[in-house]
């Protein structure tokens, strides 16, 4: 489903955690990261999408998270022709996306990358706010740029961490390192599956 200007709708998804820190996914078989997204099917609204993609990716449920915040228009990127199949070309030319931002009411276990039959992820962490986007792929990110500059605004304000946001967009500190007790640097990310569940409960 593409618009008339070839961008087919889509949304990003930003998750945060009780310390404003965001979920960090890598691309499955690769040394990318980035965070969950897809497209929107016929008929569904971006928030319908959202909780599918939610699911789809990361296995959380609308009762896992709440909504914060949404970006107010459409964010677009392109994609470069090399990345696109020979048979879409001159039709299709990148995304438009819709991002949500979503505070994690569940808990980390219930996080499952296998949710579906075709996982997106083969690990993850945690990650300050404003993350490296060296490791992004490079048409990505403005928009990742973009969305987590307007969505900043909206992060919850209850917790002493949040001084340290807009500082600088550095891995992370030895006080807000990855789950599992990772330090700086790039840190050990958690498996596919539901590490740490038995010691929370």
């Known amino acids: 489903m593409l618009d008339r200007e070839g961008f087919r709708p889509n949304v990003g998804i930003v ?3 009780h310390r404003n820190q965001v979920f960090w996914g890598k691309r499955i078989r690769t040394h990318s990261w980035q965070f969950p997204q897809g497209g929107i099917k016929h008929g569904e609204s971006p928030e319908q999408a959202m909780f599918r993609e939610l699911h789809e990716e990361v296995g959380l449920l609308p009762e896992h998270v709440r909504i914060i915040a949404r970006t107010r228009d ?19 030319r990148g995304q438009k996306q819709i991002w949500f931002l ?3 009411t569940g808990r980390d276990c219930d ?22 986007l060296d490791v992004v792929i490079e048409f ?3 928009v990742y740029q973009l969305a987590l500059t307007e969505l900043a605004r909206y992060l919850p304000r209850n917790n ?9 967009m550095r891995g992370p500190r030895r006080d807000e ?5 990772a330090a700086d640097g790039p ?9 740490g569940c038995a010691a929370s409960e």
Do not use: C
């Not at 996080?111 to 404003?130: G, Q």
């Open 15 to 17: 998750l945060l955690n």
């Open 74 to 92: 459409w964010l677009r990127y392109t994609v470069p022709e090399h990345f696109i199949r020979r048979d879409a070309r001159g039709h299709y």
């Open 102 to 104: 979503l505070q994690l």
């Open 111 to 132: 996080m499952n990358l296998r949710a579906s039959d075709h996982p997106e992820f083969d690990a993850w962490r945690w990650h300050d706010y404003w993350v490296p």
């Open 140 to 142: 990505k990110r403005e």
């Open 160 to 168: 002493p961490h949040n001084r340290f946001l807009r500082g600088s």
């Open 177 to 181: 390192g990855a789950m599992n007790g």
């Open 187 to 195: 840190a050990e990310p958690a498996p596919a599956g539901l590490q």
